[in-house]
Antibody
């Protein structure tokens, strides 16, 4: 299974960050998994952003929920992230990952495996 | 300030055993939620190392082992090798925050 992030590497403050993750070597419609976004910055370390099921059901980080929109396109085997009203604090390497949960209807405990190679997104004017 | 606390750095000589601690609280480990460990080699993405407290994915050497007790967890690496030099992160679910949380990471240096 391989995951690859894509999207603009530079976003202006107050605008919306948009990323897509393309999954190959497996189906995003596999009912055993969620698909997630994690970011990493020198100041905040690793931070889980949110996860989405193939049905469109989402599992959101409460601290980012108001600014996050996730979607899934099963026909393209892709899922996407939008983060609105970005500031310099949102500058980070963004990773997508497959998410293993014990019970899909209770997606609390998550294991991320594998991860994409990551994409640096810089917020700057 | 991470919800899960790890030492910033540990070191050991080749062949030695090192442990990396991950201290949580009653809303994560103490509530029974499992620990997951990741290894991040230089200039690479995190890679799953241990899941469900003690389980190794296929391909991970048995030199790596995990444990959890009460509000703390540990990763042990025996027979330290130069290729183990990396950052290591713990992760769990926190019921107070309502989502997955990570430790701040520990940089392992092989002397």
């Amino acid at each position: 299974l391989h995951l690859q992030e894509s999207g603009p590497g530079l976003v202006k403050p107050s605008e919306t960050l948009s990323l897509t993750c393309t999954v190959s070597g497996g189906s995003i419609s596999n009912s055993a998994y969620y698909w997630g976004w994690i970011r990493q910055s020198p100041t905040k370390g690793l931070e889980w952003i949110g996860s989405i099921y193939y049905s469109g059901r989402t599992n959101d980080n409460p601290s980012l929920k108001s600014r996050v929109t996730m979607s899934v396109d099963t026909s393209k085997n892709q899922f996407s992230l939008k983060l609105s009203s970005v500031t310099a604090a949102d500058t980070a390497t963004y990773y997508c990952a497959r998410v293993i949960v014990i019970v899909p209807t209770i997606p609390d405990e998550q294991t991320f495996d594998p991860w994409g190679q990551g994409m640096l997104v810089t917020v700057s004017s | 300030q991470s919800v899960l606390t790890q030492p910033p750095s540990v070191s050991g000589a080749p062949g030695q055993r090192v442990t990396i601690s991950c201290t949580g609280s009653s809303s994560n480990f103490g509530a029974g939620y499992d620990v997951v460990w990741y290894q991040q080699l230089p200039r690479a993405s995190p890679k799953l190392l241990i899941y469900g407290n003690t389980n190794r994915p296929s391909g991970v050497p048995d030199r790596f082992s995990g444990s959890k007790s009460g509000t703390s967890a540990s990763l042990a690496i025996t027979g330290l090798q130069a290729e183990d030099e990396a950052d290591y992160y713990c992760q769990s679910y926190d019921s107070s925050l309502g989502g997955s949380v990570f430790g701040g990471g520990t940089k392992l240096t092989v002397l």
